[in-house]
C-alpha cells in the first residue's frame, strides 16, 4: 500500500498536541524532525482538505508550514527498529522493544511492540504517569485505562498489582496493539474494547483511574471519571501543559474530586493527582 508522508514545521509549543489529534485522525506512525515533525497514513486515507482545515484552528496560536508526498510501502517495522530506544523512568522501570536486549537491573520491564508515537514511554505524559503510578498502592486493586494507546499503563499496573484492570481506545489500532502488547508482557485478565467512556456498561466502581488524553476530553469526561470512581479512588491525568492546570483542576473540583499533587516534566508537561473523598 502506498502511504503518503506528511512532513510539517511547527513553532510553539503545540507540536505534540498536533501530533495527538493527527493520530486520533488516522496517521500511523510519526518521527521527529530537526523543525517538526514527519507523519505518515495510508494514501486511501489522506484527505489534504480535511488537514488544511485542522490546521486553521492552530494558525492563530502557532506558524506551521507544512508539504507531502506519496511513498511507496516500507517495512515499517524495520523503520520503528531504527528510530526505538529503550527509555527508563526513574530506576524502577525499563521500556523497551522486542529487538532490545532485557535489562534485568529494573524492577520493572515493559516490552512494547513500537507502532505509533504515543504510549511507548518516549513522550513525557506517559513517563510521568508511569513515575506517579509507582507511588499509589495498586495491589488488589481494580483500575480504569481511559485512552490506553499501546496499554503501557495497563501493562504497569498488572505488573504492580492490580486484581482488575480496564482499558479502553476510541482507536482500532490502538485495540490491536494493546492485546498485542499486553501477550508480550504476558499479561492476561485485562478487558481491552473500543470506544468512549460513555460507552461503558455498569461495572462495580474502580479504585484506580488513569487518563493520559488531551485537556479538551479530560475536561469533557471528568464527571464520567469521577463517576465510575469508588470512595477513595485515585485519579491520574496527563495530557496537558502546566499551564492548563487551573483548567484541569476546576473541572475535577466541580466533579466532587479532592487535588492531592501535581508534577511537570520536560516542556512542562504535567501529571495531576486526584482522590475522591470518603461520602
Request: one cysteine or more.
Amino acid at each position: 500500500m502506498e502511504y503518503v508522508a506528511l512532513s510539517v514545521e511547527i513553532e510553539g509549543p503545540f507540536k505534540d498536541i498536533i501530533i495527538a489529534e493527527l493520530g486520533n485522525a488516522g496517521f500511523e506512525s510519526f518521527e521527529d524532525t530537526a523543525t517538526g515533525f514527519k507523519a505518515y497514513i495510508p494514501a486511501p486515507d489522506f484527505n489534504l482538505e480535511a488537514f488544511e482545515g485542522f490546521l486553521m484552528e492552530y494558525a492563530e496560536f502557532t506558524s506551521i508550514g507544512y508539504a507531502y508526498e506519496t511513498i511507496a510501502d516500507k517495512n515499517w517495522n524495520e523503520e520503528w527498529e531504527k528510530a526505538f530506544q529503550p527509555v527508563s523512568v526513574t530506576d524502577q522501570i525499563y521500556i523497551r522493544a522486542v529487538f532490545h536486549p532485557a535489562n534485568d537491573s529494573f524492577p520493572h520491564q515493559l516490552v512494547i511492540q513500537p507502532k505509533q508515537a504515543f504510549g511507548t514511554g518516549h513522550h513525557t505524559t506517559t513517563s510521568l504517569m508511569l513515575e506517579n503510578m509507582l507511588s499509589l498502592n495498586l495491589q488488589g486493586k481494580r483500575v480504569l485505562d481511559c485512552g490506553t494507546g499501546t496499554g503501557i499503563l495497563a501493562i504497569m499496573a498488572y505488573k504492580l498489582g492490580a486484581a482488575y484492570i480496564n482499558a479502553y481506545d476510541t482507536d482500532s489500532w490502538s485495540i490491536e496493539n494493546t492485546n498485542e502488547n499486553l501477550a508480550l508482557n504476558q499479561v492476561s485478565g485485562v478487558d481491552v474494547w473500543q470506544g468512549k467512556i460513555t460507552d461503558m456498561e455498569a461495572t462495580e466502581p474502580f479504585d484506580i483511574v488513569l487518563a493520559n488524553i488531551n485537556r479538551n476530553i479530560l475536561i469533557a469526561e471528568m464527571a464520567q471519571y469521577a463517576a465510575v470512581m469508588a470512595p477513595n479512588a485515585q485519579l491520574l491525568l496527563s495530557g496537558f501543559y502546566k499551564s492548563d492546570i487551573e483548567l484541569v483542576a476546576d473541572a475535577a473540583t466541580k466533579a466532587g474530586l479532592t487535588y492531592v499533587k501535581e508534577q511537570s516534566g520536560f516542556e512542562t508537561w504535567t501529571v495531576l493527582h486526584f482522590e475522591k473523598s470518603l461520602k
